[in-house]
T-cell receptor
Framework: DTGVSQDPRHKITKRGQNVTFRCDPI?????LYWYRQTLGQGPEFLTY????????KSRLLSDRFSAERPKGSFSTLEIQRTEQGDSAMYLC???????????FGEGSRLTVL | AQSVTQLDSQVPVFEEAPVELRCNYS??????LFWYVQYPNQGLQLLLK??????LVESINGFEAEFNKSQTSFHLRKPSVHISDTAEYFC????????????FGKGTKLSVKP
């Protein structure tokens, strides 16, 4: 399967714990995006990388959130000191070039108890 | 800044009936427009897109959308729906020529009943 893959698919954690999600984009894509989707809402943009450079961050991305793409391939999204409001589906997408479409993974669902 | 409004959160229709899912966007600059579909328990998939050229774009499974600049709309239509079209549909906009992100609407749940 050569699509965007995300791991883990589901994560249940207690409030205050740290969690990390991984995204492996389609190999030839140099752009990588993170979105968050809550029930009844469309995906909300969090951040965007071109190769290893983080070019844009949403105001939704609080100080507890950090994303990296160290070698311009896979990316990680870490949430520190999780809160119940962080419960959501975290989506990763990749794109080959502008104005190209985004190719989405199936998402990582986070539940904070 | 761009924004997207999907006017209907849920649209129930009977099989073989026509359907229109509405999408309006706001932008002062040229845009690219997309419709994505999310089937139950699956990821988002691109349905169709408008980048330039013909204002009417079609998908392989019978959906079409028309870019209307004067009305800032990109409504999605299908003349005859099937049970398998039951899904959530998201309209999205991107600033023309931009390398940045897509802005999504809140989605419309299409339920096709036999």
């Amino acid at each position: 399967d050569t699509g965007v893959s995300q791991d883990p698919r589901h994560k249940i954690t207690k409030r205050g714990q740290n969690v990390t999600f991984r995204c492996d984009p389609i190999s030839e894509h140099n752009r990588l995006y993170w979105y968050r989707q809550t029930l009844g809402q469309g995906p909300e943009f969090l951040t965007y990388f071109q190769n290893e450079a983080q070019l844009e961050k949403s105001r939704l991305l609080s100080d507890r959130f950090s994303a990296e793409r160290p070698k311009g391939s896979f990316s990680t999204l870490e949430i520190q000191r999780t809160e119940q409001g962080d419960s959501a589906m975290y989506l990763c997408a990749s794109s080959p070039s502008a104005p190209g479409e985004l190719f989405f993974g199936e998402g990582s669902r986070l539940t904070v108890l | 800044a761009q924004s997207v409004t999907q006017l209907d959160s849920q649209v129930p229709v009977f099989e073989e009936a026509p359907v229109e899912l509405r999408c309006n966007y706001s932008s002062s600059v040229s845009v690219y427009l997309f419709w994505y579909v999310q089937y139950p328990n699956q990821g988002l998939q691109l349905l169709l897109k408008y980048l330039s050229g013909s204002t009417l774009v079609e998908s392989i499974n019978g959906f079409e959308a028309e870019f209307n600049k004067s009305q800032t709309s990109f409504h999605l239509r299908k003349p005859s729906v099937h049970i398998s079209d039951t899904a959530e549909y998201f309209c999205a906009v991107k600033k023309g020529g931009s390398q940045g992100n897509l802005i999504f609407g809140k989605g419309t749940k299409l339920s096709v009943k036999p």
